[in-house]
């Protein structure tokens, strides 16, 4: 069984929708919590970043995590077309190397 | 500005050349990290090094090599390259401490297509 599930997509929505992409996760000792965007033929980019359950928001971006149900959430409101990318959700120990989720692919309809 | 270099960007290259992927961090990190990754799938770990003259294979078996004599520096080498080399490869790097746990930085990727 693979650590870290997430929804496979691809995701197609129209622009200004809500967007809610998931992953879940079954090693106990992931303490922190990442999300990251990647454009076609680019590096991924870190986005979000938390290491508590919760809520983290920056700007239209949302990073929700429920440790007691080993599950992470990105939502992004008022989707553009410009947020069409793969995004992919990653976990790290203490130890600090981390695990990545296969990837979500998100295009975002004029 | 601090960031990460890959080259290079795109190679083409015939069956049995050795080639050598370069990257390079301005950081300062003392973590460097190659994933392999084909279009539109995820992400794989072949090589990582923690420091200066420590380096680790990763969880997907690579015929590649990688050296780090200098913090900055990671690269990656094929000895002899074949078109299962073909895909794309990234380098990454992160800073032990608490920033580790706050995400890796990546470069834009070197693009090899082995023919």
């Known amino acids: 069984q693979k650590e870290v599930e997430q929804d496979p997509g691809p995701l197609s929505v129209p622009e200004g929708a809500i967007v809610s992409l998931n992953c879940t996760y079954s090693?106990?000792?992931?303490?922190?919590f990442m999300w990251y965007r990647q454009y076609s033929r680019k590096g991924p980019e870190l986005l979000m970043y938390t290491y508590s359950s919760g809520n983290k928001e920056d700007g239209r971006f949302t990073a929700q995590v429920d440790k007691s149900s080993k599950y992470i959430s990105l939502f992004i409101r008022d989707s553009q077309p410009s947020d069409s990318a793969t995004y992919l959700c990653a976990f790290n120990t203490n130890a600090g190397k981390s695990t990545f989720g296969d990837g979500t692919t998100l295009t975002v309809k004029p | 500005e601090a960031d990460i270099y890959q080259t290079p960007r795109y190679l083409v290259i015939g069956t049995g050349k050795k080639i050598t992927l370069e990257c390079s961090q301005t950081?300062?990190?003392?973590?460097m990290y190659w994933y392999q990754q084909d279009p539109g799938m995820e992400l794989h770990l072949i090589h990582y090094s923690y420091g200066v003259n420590s380096t680790e294979k990763g969880d997907l078996s690579s015929e590649s090599t990688v050296s780090r004599i200098r913090t900055e520096h990671f690269p990656l080498t094929l000895e002899s390259a074949r078109p299962s080399h073909t895909s794309q490869y990234l380098c990454?790097?992160?800073?032990?401490?608490?920033?580790?746990?706050?995400?890796?930085?990546f470069g834009s990727g070197t693009r090899l297509t082995v023919v």
């Open positions: 990454a790097s992160s800073q032990t401490g608490g920033q580790s746990n706050y995400g890796y930085t």
């Open positions: 090693n106990s000792a992931f303490q922190y």
């Open positions: 950081m300062g990190h003392d973590k």
